[in-house]
């Protein structure tokens, strides 16, 4: 099994797997919220053997500690400058939630640094509309309501759908809401991330023409699989995976399977 190591680069704490002769472009990993780097491990211990992987954490989430504010665009920024500072070259972009918004918008701005899309439970388009608890933190009143949130809310959270979260995992996510700016990290993320700003980027994926896996989980409460549909009808080389059981959260509820599907995809390049 190939070791993830966590590393640190461009203001950002990442997790790494580096093959002694990677074969095949890079894989970049962007995960959503509240997770971490840490929701991609079982991913990345199956492409590591071929592939150098990194999974950064998102500003203030995991291990990523930084002054704020904790925007899209400083977040896109951040994805930005660790794939330059690192030397990725051509890569693989694996997105889920929140990193569907920085990880996309960083491939439409950078196309020839993309080899293939991996997008998974999230949304891209300008005319979305949020789910109630977005809804409700991007409102006035939104820090109070979060500044509410206690460790057992948090977990329930997680587990609302299903999803097999450890005891570990929940300490691990909720480790920057009980000790450092998740809390705000949180408001200032969703506040920033207004759909209009996504306008520019329509048509953008198509436009890329790379190979495109779209990985969902079929009781996605949060981003349906009416959003995984528009994926598959605006990137003609999408191929979509819907896992039936599974909700938000499916790297958690089927890993192994999740990890397959991306291993079997990345390996097909």
């Not at 053997?49 to 990194?54: A, D, E, G, I, S």
């Not at 789910?131 to 991007?138: G, L, P, S």
């Not at 959270?157 to 450890?166: M, P, T």
Request: hydrophobic share 45%; aromatic share 10%.
């Amino acid at each position: 099994m190939p070791d993830v190591e966590l590393k640190s680069a461009g203001g950002l704490t990442y997790r790494e797997v580096a093959p002694s002769e990677p074969q095949g472009p890079a894989v970049l990993l962007a995960h959503g919220f509240p997770e971490s780097s840490r929701m991609w491990v079982t991913v990345m211990e199956a492409l590591g053997k071929r592939h150098r992987c990194v999974a950064p954490d998102l500003y203030c989430l995991g291990d990523s500690e930084d002054p704020g504010p904790a925007t899209f665009e400083r977040n896109r920024e951040a994805l930005d400058n660790l794939h330059e500072e690192l030397g990725l070259g051509e890569v693989v972009v694996v997105v889920h939630d929140w990193g569907g918004f920085t990880g996309l918008a960083w491939a439409c701005e950078h196309p020839d640094s993309v080899a293939a899309l991996v997008i998974s439970d999230t949304g891209f388009f300008s005319d979305g509309r949020w789910h109630d608890m977005a809804k409700a933190i991007r409102a006035p009143g939104g820090e109070a309501l979060v500044e509410g949130l206690e460790r057992d809310g948090f977990a329930a959270l997680l587990r609302a759908d299903g999803a097999e979260f450890s005891e570990e995992d929940i300490d691990a996510y909720w480790k920057p809401f009980a000790e450092g700016r998740g809390r705000a990290a949180t408001v200032e993320f969703w506040r920033s991330m207004d759909f209009e700003k996504l306008a520019p980027y329509e048509g953008k994926l198509a436009e890329l023409g790379v190979p495109t896996l779209l990985l969902w989980g079929a009781e996605d409460r949060f981003a349906s699989m009416a959003a995984a549909k528009r994926f598959e009808r605006e990137i003609p080389a999408a191929e979509l995976i819907a896992i039936e059981g599974a909700g938000h959260f499916v790297y958690a509820t089927e890993p192994e399977r999740c990890a397959e599907a991306v291993r079997s995809f990345v390996s097909s390049l």
